[in-house]
């Protein structure tokens, strides 16, 4: 589609491979030109990583829903006495892995959970290193920013520390979420309880100087302004020009059913969500993955967007729950089959990863 001015620039600079500016990513936002940015954004993915598109088999294993943090953008936490509220035990996380187990191509677990308030840091490492005993061919990837900086908190060590006693019982790269947008503005107006952007920064590139591998995402479509959705790719590409240590980025739609949010904040919309991968996709010229997540975006939204500039669509995930408590309406879990159908339907070449994605 041809171009003026501002937006002309902006693809010549990309063309170029001349990074972009906060001021350009602004410019991006404001463009209404849909189908250019997405061919734009779509040229870039295709001289990062050409037509590959990523996925693993995986299994989500969220330990407890009760949690401190009570973030009002989240309809997953609990309060320990509410009706709803659980913990597995050690014996319910092993059987839940087993079943999943069945898949002879299952690759990784993901585990993430509540910030419980009373559970120990010890306990949290002993899931991980049961598990990883238990099921020793299965990648590990566990926690957020937002998790490791409560167990330092809790336990009364430093990150490093926290960070090398998982390392030791067998986690081996750290999930993205947390970030939700780095302000502090939004933070203490929707998750004052919890990691602030320098300290999920900061959790990141300890770990990456750990050698231990990481995601990043953004949740975006609640109270942030576009300005800072811009600010959050910057400040994500900077860490990683210093560390490198960041695999994937990933970009979720806020959900705002059962949350405190829900009375006052729409759904993004399906052209929200294609322009913002697009825009991370140009704004992250040192990512080599942008995933468009289905369980969030829906099956179809991903597909499309795998011509916005995304390259991994995620997994199986076999069974999730954090997001369909917020009225996510795709399926909990896909088979290895469909994911493959879905992305050579897009014209894409499908290739499993070993679960770290």
């Not at 059987?95 to 002879?104: F, G, Y």
């Not at 490198?244 to 829900?262: D, S, Y």
């Not at 969500?273 to 991903?302: G, S």
């Amino acid at each position: 589609m041809f171009v003026r001015g501002e937006l002309e620039k902006i693809e010549q600079k990309v063309l170029r491979g001349e990074r972009l500016t906060r001021e350009d990513g602004l410019e991006l936002f404001a463009c209404h030109e849909l189908s250019w940015l997405g061919a734009l954004a779509d040229s870039v993915r295709k001289k990062i990583c050409g037509d590959a598109v990523y996925y693993n088999v995986n299994c989500h294993v969220n330990l407890t829903n009760i949690c401190a943090a009570r973030c009002k953008f989240c309809a997953f936490g609990r309060d320990a006495d509410n009706r709803r509220a659980y913990a597995m035990t050690l014996d319910d996380a092993i059987d839940l892995v087993t079943e999943a187990s069945r898949d002879p191509h299952l690759t990784g677990l993901h585990i993430v959970s509540g910030l419980h308030p009373t559970w120990s840091f010890d306990h949290y490492v002993e899931f991980v290193e049961t598990l990883h005993k238990k099921f020793p061919a299965l990648h590990v990837k566990g926690f957020t920013g937002v998790e490791i900086q409560h167990f330092a908190n809790i336990s009364g060590l430093s990150v490093e520390e926290v960070l090398t006693r998982l390392k030791a019982a067998g986690l081996q790269s750290i999930a993205g979420g947390g970030a939700e947008i780095l302000s502090e503005r939004v933070r203490n107006l929707l998750c004052p309880k919890k990691a602030t952007a320098d300290q999920w920064l900061n959790v990141a590139r300890i770990a990456h100087r750990l050698g231990i591998k990481s995601n990043a995402s953004m949740l975006y479509g609640h109270i942030e302004t576009l300005a800072e959705r811009v600010d959050h790719l910057i400040r994500l590409r900077a860490l990683q020009d210093e560390t490198g240590g960041f695999q994937t980025f990933i970009c979720f739609p806020f959900l705002p059913k059962n949350t405190a949010l829900e009375r006052d904040i729409k759904q993004t919309s399906m052209w929200d969500d294609l322009r913002t991968i697009a825009i991370a996709r140009l704004m992250l010229d040192n990512f080599p993955n942008i995933k468009a997540y289905w369980v969030m975006l829906t099956v179809p939204v991903a597909q499309v967007a795998l011509s916005f500039g995304a390259n991994d669509i995620d997994g199986t995930i076999h069974r999730e729950n954090i997001l369909h408590d917020a009225g996510a309406t795709s399926p909990r879990s896909l088979a290895e089959n469909e994911i493959i159908r879905i992305i050579r339907e897009a014209g894409r070449v499908p290739v499993a990863t070993g679960g770290n994605a």
